[in-house]
C-alpha cells in the first residue's frame, strides 16, 4: 500500500513547485470526462428534450434545487454554474478511482481518485471559502460582512475566525477522507485477490459489495460537498445572518 | 506496521503545483462547460419557460373568447327562440283574425243573396198577383159579360167585380 508518488519538483528560483503527476494525471482525465459528457449531452439540443438532454437537465434542476433551499434563487443563481460543474467534477472524480485503482507502475501509484487526494480536496474546499468570503464582501459591503464576525455577541469573535477555518477543513478533509479510505480497503482486497485462489474467491464478494458501496458514498459525498457549498456561500451571502 | 502513510502531510513537504493545478483545470473546466454546455441548455430552458409560459396565456386567452363566444351564441339562440315563438303568436293571431274575417264576408255574403232571393221572390210574386189579378179582372169581365148578357150599373159592375177579386183573392 505504502507507494510512492510520482513527483515533479519546478524550480523556480525562489521558490519550487512541486507536482504530483499521478494527481495532474488524474484531474485532466476527470475534467475530460466530465467535459465530454456535458459537451455530447448537449448537442442537438431541443425544446422537447430527449435522451441526455433529460439527464443533464435533471442535474440542472437539482442543483437549483439545492441552491434554493439555502437562499433566494435571485442571489443563488449566480453559483448555479459553480454548483453543477462541482458536483459532476466531485463525482466523476469519486468514481474514477473504483475501476482501475491501484495501477502503480515502478512502485509508484498513478491511477486513483483525484479526490483521494487532500490536496486536490483541500484546494476545492478552500476555493469556495475565498469565493464565499469575496462574495460575501462584494454583496454586503465590507463593513457588514466583518460586523457578522462580532455577532451575535463580540466575544464570539475568535469562534467565528475558528470556524471559518474549521468550515474549509472538514469540508474538504470529509470528501478526501471517505474516498482515500475507500480505495485502501479496494486496495486491500485486491492485495488479498492477489495473493493465493483461496483469496481470489474469497475476496469477490466483498470487493463486489464495497465497490457498489463506493459509487454511493462517490455520488454521496459529491452532493454533500455541493450542499456544504452552497450553505457556505448563503451564509455569507444571505442578508439576514 | 509502519502507518504513517495514513497521517495527513506525512509526504513532509507541500504540494504547490497539485493547487495550481486543481484550482487551473477546474476553472478551465468550468468556464469551457459554460461555454459550451450549461450556457446552451440553460438558454434552451429558459426558452421552454418562456414558451411554457406564452403557451399557458394563449390557453386562457383562448378559453376566454370561447367563453365570450358562447355565452354570445346562448344569448342569440335565446333571441331567436323569442323572436320565433313571436312569429308564430303573431301568425296565429293574424290567421284567427283572417278566419273571423273570412267568416264575416261569408256571413255577410249569405245574408246578401238570401235577401236578394227573397227579395225577387217578392217582386215576382207581386208580379205573378198583379198578372193573376189583371187576367182574373179580364176573366171575369169576360165571364160575366157572357155569363149575365146584360147591362149592369156602373155601381154593380163594381162592387161585384171587387167581390169577385176578394173571392179569387181567398180562393187562392
Same mark, same amino acid.
Given at each position: 500500500?505504502?507507494?510512492?508518488?510520482? #513527483?515533479?519538483?519546478? !524550480?523556480?528560483?525562489?521558490?519550487?513547485?512541486?507536482?504530483?503527476?499521478?494527481?495532474?494525471?488524474?484531474l485532466v =482525465?476527470?475534467?475530460?470526462?466530465?467535459?465530454?459528457i456535458?459537451?455530447?449531452?448537449?448537442r442537438?439540443?431541443?425544446?422537447?428534450?430527449?435522451?441526455?438532454?433529460?439527464?443533464?437537465?435533471?442535474?440542472?434542476?437539482?442543483?437549483?434545487?439545492?441552491i434554493?433551499?439555502?437562499?433566494?434563487?435571485?442571489?443563488?443563481?449566480?453559483?448555479?454554474?459553480?454548483?453543477?460543474? &462541482?458536483?459532476?467534477?466531485?463525482?466523476?472524480?469519486?468514481?474514477?478511482?473504483?475501476?482501475?485503482?491501484?495501477?502503480i507502475?515502478?512502485?509508484?501509484?498513478?491511477?486513483?481518485?483525484?479526490?483521494? !487526494?487532500?490536496?486536490?480536496?483541500?484546494?476545492?474546499?478552500? @476555493?469556495?471559502?475565498?469565493?464565499?468570503?469575496?462574495?460575501?464582501?462584494?454583496?454586503?459591503?465590507?463593513?457588514?460582512?466583518?460586523?457578522?464576525?462580532?455577532?451575535?455577541?463580540?466575544?464570539?469573535?475568535?469562534?467565528?475566525?475558528?470556524?471559518?477555518?474549521?468550515?474549509?477543513?472538514?469540508?474538504?478533509?470529509? &470528501?478526501?477522507?471517505?474516498?482515500?479510505?475507500?480505495?485502501?480497503?479496494?486496495?486491500?482486497?485486491?492485495?488479498?485477490?492477489?495473493?493465493?485462489?483461496f483469496?481470489?474467491?474469497?475476496?469477490?464478494?466483498?470487493?463486489?459489495?464495497?465497490?457498489?458501496?463506493?459509487?454511493?458514498?462517490?455520488?454521496?459525498?459529491?452532493?454533500?460537498?455541493?450542499?456544504?457549498?452552497?450553505?457556505?456561500?448563503?451564509?455569507?451571502?444571505?442578508a439576514?445572518? | @506496521?509502519?502507518?504513517?502513510?495514513?497521517?495527513l502531510?506525512?509526504?513532509?513537504?507541500?504540494?504547490?503545483?497539485?493547487?495550481?493545478?486543481?484550482?487551473? =483545470?477546474f476553472?478551465? /473546466?468550468?468556464?469551457?462547460?459554460?461555454?459550451?454546455?450549461?450556457?446552451?441548455l440553460?438558454?434552451?430552458?429558459?426558452?421552454?419557460?418562456?414558451?411554457v409560459?406564452s403557451?399557458?396565456?394563449?390557453a386562457?386567452?383562448?378559453?376566454?373568447?370561447?367563453?365570450?363566444v358562447l355565452?354570445?351564441?346562448?344569448s &342569440?339562440?335565446?333571441?331567436?327562440?323569442?323572436?320565433?315563438?313571436t312569429?308564430? #303568436?303573431?301568425?296565429?293571431?293574424?290567421?284567427?283574425?283572417?278566419?273571423?274575417?273570412?267568416?264575416?264576408?261569408?256571413?255577410?255574403?249569405?245574408?246578401?243573396?238570401k #235577401?236578394?232571393?227573397?227579395?225577387?221572390?217578392?217582386?215576382?210574386?207581386?208580379?205573378?198577383?198583379?198578372?193573376?189579378?189583371?187576367?182574373?179582372?179580364?176573366?171575369?169581365?169576360?165571364?160575366?159579360?157572357?155569363? /149575365?148578357?146584360?147591362?149592369?150599373?156602373?155601381?154593380d159592375?163594381?162592387?161585384?167585380?171587387?167581390?169577385? =177579386?176578394?173571392?179569387?183573392?181567398?180562393?187562392?
Open positions: 500500500m505504502n507507494h510512492g508518488s510520482p #513527483e515533479l519538483t519546478l !524550480d523556480l528560483g525562489a521558490f519550487s513547485l512541486t507536482f504530483n503527476l499521478s494527481t495532474v494525471l488524474m =482525465i476527470t475534467a475530460v470526462v466530465v467535459f465530454l456535458a459537451f455530447i449531452a448537449t442537438n439540443l431541443k425544446l422537447k428534450p430527449t435522451g441526455m438532454q433529460n439527464f443533464m437537465e435533471w442535474i440542472m434542476d437539482f442543483v437549483k434545487g439545492i434554493k433551499s439555502n437562499m433566494d434563487w435571485k442571489t443563488g443563481g449566480r453559483f448555479h454554474i459553480l454548483g453543477i460543474t &462541482l458536483i459532476m467534477f466531485i463525482a466523476v472524480a469519486n468514481l474514477l478511482g473504483l475501476p482501475f485503482s491501484g495501477i507502475i515502478n512502485d509508484q501509484l498513478w491511477w486513483k481518485s483525484p479526490t483521494a !487526494d487532500p490536496t486536490v480536496t483541500l484546494t476545492l474546499a478552500s @476555493m469556495v471559502t475565498v469565493l464565499a468570503t469575496f462574495y460575501g464582501i462584494r454583496m454586503q459591503g465590507s463593513k457588514h460582512y466583518f460586523g457578522t464576525f462580532f455577532q451575535p455577541m463580540s466575544f464570539m469573535f475568535p469562534l467565528k475566525i475558528i470556524e471559518e477555518f474549521a468550515n474549509t477543513l472538514t469540508l474538504g478533509l470529509r &470528501l478526501y477522507g471517505n474516498i482515500y479510505a475507500g480505495e485502501i480497503l479496494l486496495g486491500l482486497l485486491a492485495g488479498l485477490a492477489g495473493s493465493s485462489v483469496g481470489f474467491v474469497g475476496a469477490i464478494i466483498p470487493t463486489m459489495a464495497w465497490q457498489g458501496f463506493s459509487i454511493f458514498i462517490g455520488f454521496i459525498q459529491a452532493f454533500i460537498f455541493t450542499m456544504l457549498t452552497m450553505v457556505y456561500l448563503s451564509h455569507k451571502v444571505s439576514d445572518h | @506496521m509502519n502507518l504513517d502513510y495514513l497521517v502531510g506525512s509526504g513532509g513537504h507541500f504540494n504547490g503545483g497539485d493547487v495550481i493545478a486543481t484550482l487551473v =483545470i476553472l478551465i /473546466l468550468m468556464f469551457l462547460l459554460k461555454k459550451f454546455a450549461w450556457g446552451p440553460m438558454g434552451m430552458m429558459q426558452q421552454r419557460e418562456e414558451l409560459a403557451e399557458i396565456e394563449a386562457e386567452n383562448a378559453r376566454k373568447e370561447s367563453a365570450k355565452e354570445e351564441q346562448k &342569440l339562440l335565446k333571441e331567436a327562440r323569442t323572436e320565433a315563438q312569429i308564430v #303568436e303573431s301568425a296565429k293571431k293574424q290567421g284567427e283574425i283572417q278566419r273571423d274575417e273570412i267568416i264575416t264576408a261569408a256571413r255577410a255574403e249569405a245574408n246578401r243573396l #235577401e236578394s232571393a227573397v227579395r225577387e221572390i217578392e217582386t215576382e210574386k207581386e208580379k205573378a198577383i198583379a198578372a193573376v189579378r189583371a187576367e182574373v179582372v179580364s176573366l171575369s169581365v169576360l165571364a160575366a159579360s157572357k155569363v /149575365l148578357e146584360k147591362e149592369i150599373s156602373e155601381e159592375n163594381s162592387a161585384l167585380i171587387k167581390e169577385t =177579386i176578394a173571392k179569387a183573392g181567398e180562393a187562392k
